[in-house]
């Protein structure tokens, strides 16, 4: 069973803020943490790459918030002008990389084998991969979601994922940033797909996390979280705000 997984809720800032965003942000994370104590869930930032050793700074001494960064090369090192390795998001204090979102795929022409090519880096190095898939509009109205979000699975999936490596983060691209998301049936069936997919493909299916992303707010965030096999929420727009992103934390089953 996977019912008692504990939750991530995972916020992904994408390429916005500041130093001083950045600070009043996890400022108020941490004020929220101090007033309430502990959220019932594992808790990511996902910070822009320059605004990480910030972030590790602000967390210090903060165990119940880990950092992330949103994406990672899939060398370890060497000539690749612009970007950024795993091994180099572990120095400044990152536990998890996102990889494969669906805006990398989609302004970087990232496929699939890449994105299992680059989690198998972050998890070489030591990161846990948030490995995103979803499907777009048009593949849900053609009723092939499931296939889609199967066959990206399939081919993005790192070799070697276990529960502790790997978490699986399904995002329906329409449903990124446009205040729509798929009802509770849509995504329990997209999420039992992914887990029996999981199940069949690696010897630790059952204990690896499935986050559903997509328009996840403190107003839709509970009905979300309590889908079967809904492991948590990866979290874009709400996880600008501290009110927002710690209220969806709070509503973890
Ligand atoms: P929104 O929550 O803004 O829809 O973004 C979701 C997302 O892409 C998180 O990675």
Known sequence: MTGSLRPLIAGNWKMNGSRATTRDLLAGLR?????????GCDIVVCAP??????????????????????????????A????????MLLDVGCAYVIVGHSERR????????TVKAKGETAIA?????????????????????VDVVGSQ????????????????????????????TPNEAEI?????????????RTEDGSG???????SVKPENAAAILSVPDVNGALVGGASLDATAFWSICQSCP
């Not at 989609?106 to 084998?113: I, P, Q, R, T």
């Not at 490995?131 to 979601?145: F, H, M, Q, S």
């Not at 081919?155 to 699986?168: E, F, H, Q």
């Open 153 to 180: 699975l399939d081919s993005s999936l790192p070799d070697g994922t276990d529960a502790a490596n790997t978490v699986i983060a399904y995002e329906p691209v329409w449903a990124i940033g446009t205040g729509r």
């Open 188 to 200: 329990g069936e997209i999420h039992a797909s992914i887990r029996a997919r999981l199940l069949d």
């Open 80 to 87: 690749h002008t612009g970007d950024v390795s795993a091994a």
């Open 208 to 214: 690896v996390r499935i986050l559903y992303g997509g």
């Open 125 to 145: 190095s030591g990161l846990t991969a948030i490995v995103c898939i979803g499907e777009t509009l048009e593949d849900r109205d053609a009723g092939r979601a």
């Open 106 to 113: 989609a302004d970087h022409g990232e496929d699939s084998e």
């Open 49 to 78: 790459a320059p605004y990480l050793p910030l972030a590790a700074d602000r967390l210090e001494g903060v165990s119940e918030i880990e950092l992330g960064g949103q994406d990672c090369h899939t060398a370890v090192s060497g």
């Open 31 to 39: 004020a929220f943490l101090r007033e309430s104590g502990p959220a």
